[in-house]
Antibody, heavy 117, light 113 residues
């Protein structure tokens, strides 16, 4: 059974940093692109970033470029999102999502990030 | 960026009756490999999103056959043949043809009358 379990969310002040983690199991992690997708409270879905199987390619939505960094450790079956210079508008539930060849076939339960003073 | 526009944004339906959600893209979603990367997701209250339909019309494993997807180019539709209580939630279309970025529609809230 595919499982994606996020952790690392919490309350952080504007300008602060946070690192999200996603532990993957039930599939061969190194065979898949992986993404982060977020959802602000009461709002819709927004793709944030994705990363190729070997980490050689990474892409970001414009609003987080230069502030967020996606990475992975295939030996640990883990995906990460380093978030720096956080803003109030980054407040959201962040989902770890597996990318099959048709996009977003499995989602984690999400972790809430709240940026507030 | 490709803009995805869903309608309606709110859809009250009667149990057992059909429902239909439209999704339009600002550019054709046909890709050079012959595929069209248009997906539909369901998000029940308090849950994570779940993919229902991929590449326009392919149902994911475990998705009831009352859900169907159709369309081409820039116009797509998700249909529920007979709405059940468990279908309440928000439905999103998503395009992956012109990425980055992958983009989603605003969501359509389905509720029971």
């Amino acid at each position: 059974e595919v499982q994606l379990v996020e952790s690392g969310g919490g309350l952080v002040q504007p300008g602060g940093s946070l690192r999200l983690s996603c532990a993957a199991s039930g599939f061969t992690f190194s065979n898949y692109w992986m993404s982060w997708v977020r959802q602000a409270p009461g709002k819709g879905l927004e793709w944030v970033a994705n990363i190729k199987q070997d980490g050689s390619e990474k892409y970001y939505v414009d609003s987080v470029k230069g502030r967020f960094t996606i990475s992975r450790d295939n030996a640990k079956n883990s995906l990460y999102l380093q978030m720096n210079s956080l803003r109030a508008e980054d407040t959201a539930v962040y989902y770890c999502v597996r990318d099959d060849d048709s996009f977003f076939d499995y989602w984690g339960q999400g972790t809430l990030v709240t940026v507030s003073s | 960026d490709v803009v995805m526009t869903q309608s309606p944004l709110s859809l009250p339906v009667t149990l057992g009756q059909p429902a239909s959600i439209s999704c339009r893209s600002s550019q054709s979603l046909a890709y050079r490999d012959g595929n069209t990367y248009l997906n539909w997701f369901q998000q029940r209250p308090g849950q994570s999103p779940r993919r229902l339909i991929y590449k326009v019309s392919n149902r994911d494993s475990g998705v009831p056959d009352r859900f169907s997807g159709s369309g081409s180019g820039t116009d797509f539709t998700l249909k529920i043949s007979r709405v059940e209580a468990e279908d309440v939630g928000v439905y999103y279309c998503m395009q992956g043809t012109h990425w980055p970025p992958v983009t989603f529609g605003q969501g359509t809230k389905v509720e029971i009358k």
